[in-house]
Every structure is written in C-alpha cells, then in structure tokens.
C-alpha cells in the first residue's frame, strides 16, 4: 500500500502464530472469566483472584501492545506500527542492514515468543543481543544503528524492504 511518499508494507504472520495466538488468548480470556466467577461466588479470595485477572490483562495488553503490524517507509524513517504506539528508527541512525536467514537457535532473554508475534530481546552467536519484531522468521532482515542496537523486522516483499532500506543509508553517507 502507499500514500503521499509513504509505503506501507504488512507484517506477515506465521499461520503457526496466529494459531497459537487464538488459542492462547481464549485460554487466557477463559481463564479470567472463570476467576472472575469463583470471585463473585465466594470460592476464592477477591484479593487472589483479583491480582491473577490483573496479570492475564497486563500479559494481553504488553504482548498485543508491541506486536508488530506494518512496516511505514517515509521520506526520513522506517516508521514499525505496533499494537499500541509505533517505533521509529531513522535512516540517518542506520549503520547495515540485510537479510537474515537463521538456522542457530535464539536464546530469548526477554519477551514474548508467539502471542501476537515473537517480540523482545534475543540472542544469537551470529548477531549478538538484538531486539525482534517479528511475525514470521522465515522473511527477517536485520537492520543495525550506528549506537550499535539491532532489530529483527520482517515485512511483506523483504527483499524490495532491504534494497530499499539500503539505498536510503547510502544517500545519508553521502
């Protein structure tokens, strides 16, 4: 999709993903059901019950908050679309970026591995502590700043993504 000088490009999710994501959202959403019931009906603590509800909501609202939905292209940045709020990364603050094919496990150190998308820092031999917003691993590309953090993105058509994104840091060297 594009608008005036922006290109929109959707984060494709895996079919593994979505269903996993479905099924654990209606466990997560029965289970707070059921609490709120054994509340109301006395069978357990208010306060118990209570705080068991408030960190289903909170892992719902976190992991759909930084799930990534669509890749924007403007003029000046890479503009990632989450589920609340946006990241932005400038092409200016870009050092390398490429395609990213991995067969070495990932460690996660922190994050969410399949409930709205596989999001939060990770690890790997090949690329060190990197931050992921992906829905799909078998299209990533990896974009590394000049302050030495690094992102796993991925996005409908990743190869036309890296050219492109390749060819707007090679403008700001010059």
Not at 89 to 98: E, G, P, R, S, T
Request: glycine share 10%.
């Amino acid at each position: 999709m594009t608008t005036a000088n922006h290109l929109i490009k959707k984060v494709h999710k895996e079919k593994s993903l979505v269903l996993l994501s479905a099924l654990v959202l209606i466990l997560l959403l029965g289970t707070g059901s059921l609490l709120l019931y054994t509340i109301l009906t006395g069978k357990i603590p208010c306060i118990l019950g209570s705080g068991i509800i408030a960190i289903i909501f909170v892992t719902l609202v976190l992991s759909y908050g930084y799930a990534p939905l669509s890749i924007e292209l403007s003029d000046r940045s890479l503009i990632l679309h989450r589920g609340i709020g946006k990241k932005v990364i400038h092409y200016a603050d870009m050092k390398h970026i490429d395609t990213y094919i991995s067969k070495e496990a990932m460690i996660r150190t922190c994050g969410i591995g399949g409930l709205f998308g596989f999001t939060g820092w990770y690890y790997t031999k090949k690329l060190g502590t990197f931050f992921s917003y992906v829905g799909d691993y078998s299209q990533t590309f990896c974009i590394e700043l000049k302050n030495r953090k690094k992102y796993l993105l991925n996005g409908e058509d990743r190869n036309y993504l890296v050219a492109f994104l390749k060819e707007k840091i090679s403008g700001e060297k010059a």
